[in-house]
């Protein structure tokens, strides 16, 4: 069972849809989640940083964490084509300068019809 | 925060043959990342790149095979020796950014091995 588990996807919907991105994760010593959006072509850039549970909201996206149920996920609200990119979530256990790599899920192709 | 600037972009190589990927950092960071991404996979850690040590790999990645190079706080190289189809992939640089709680990557380098 891999350590990350994330929706494949493909998904498609049109302009101004709300859409919903999940995880599930297995390792209870994950501590922070983060989300990362790719453009074809290019690196991951980062989203959202997330540490405990409940909602964290930025512009039309929100990140939510259940660490009980050891669930994340990444909800945009309206929207738009330019959306269109793979979303990854990525997880570690450590705190940050204590050393230690992102473990990240499969990814999420998410296209957005005008 | 910070920037990273990868190079080469993308590059066809004959197999048998080694490639050296460049990762440059706008700014001193402890901690450098590779990464490999196979087309449609998510990213799998290759190996943390420390100033002043030797890389620490991560399991089914050697030295000989990835060697890594750190001569200072700003810049690292990632060598593919010995090439096959197999190493086929998008390889990526990241650095911690302690700022934003998240890790930044470089574009990346786009590797096809015929």
């Known amino acids: 069972q891999k350590e990350v588990e994330q929706d494949p996807g493909p998904l498609s919907v049109p302009e101004g849809a709300i859409v919903s991105l999940n995880c599930t994760y297995s390792?209870?010593?994950?501590?922070?989640f983060m989300w990362y959006r790719q453009y074809s072509r290019k690196g991951p850039e980062l989203l959202m940083y997330?540490?405990?549970?409940g909602n964290k909201e930025d512009g039309r996206f929100t990140a939510q964490v259940d660490k009980s149920s050891k669930y994340i996920s990444l909800f945009i609200r309206d929207s738009q084509p330019s959306d269109s990119a793979t979303y990854l979530c990525?997880?570690?256990?450590?705190?940050?300068?204590?050393?230690?790599?992102?473990?990240f899920g499969s990814g999420t192709q998410l296209t957005v019809l005008p | 925060s910070a920037v990273i600037s990868q190079k080469p972009s993308r590059d066809i190589c004959q197999r048998g043959t080694s490639l050296t990927i460049q990762c440059q950092v706008d700014?001193?960071?402890?901690?450098m990342f590779w990464y490999r991404q196979q087309p449609g996979q998510s990213l799998t850690l290759i190996a943390t790149?420390?100033?002043?040590?030797?890389?620490?790999?991560e399991s089914g990645f050697v030295i000989d095979k990835f060697p890594i190079s750190r001569p200072n706080l700003t810049f690292s190289t990632l060598t593919v020796s010995n090439m096959s189809p197999e190493d086929s992939s998008i390889y990526l640089c990241?650095?911690?950014?302690?700022?934003?709680?998240?890790?930044?990557f470089g574009s990346g380098t786009r590797l096809t091995v015929v």
């Open positions: 990241s650095v911690e950014v302690l700022a934003n709680y998240g890790y930044t």
């Open positions: 390792n209870s010593a994950f501590q922070y």
């Open positions: 997330t540490y405990s549970s």
């Open positions: 990525a997880m570690i256990s450590r705190s940050f300068g204590s050393a230690r790599q992102l473990t």
């Open positions: 700014s001193q960071v402890t901690m």
């Open positions: 790149a420390n100033q002043g040590s030797e890389a620490t790999y």
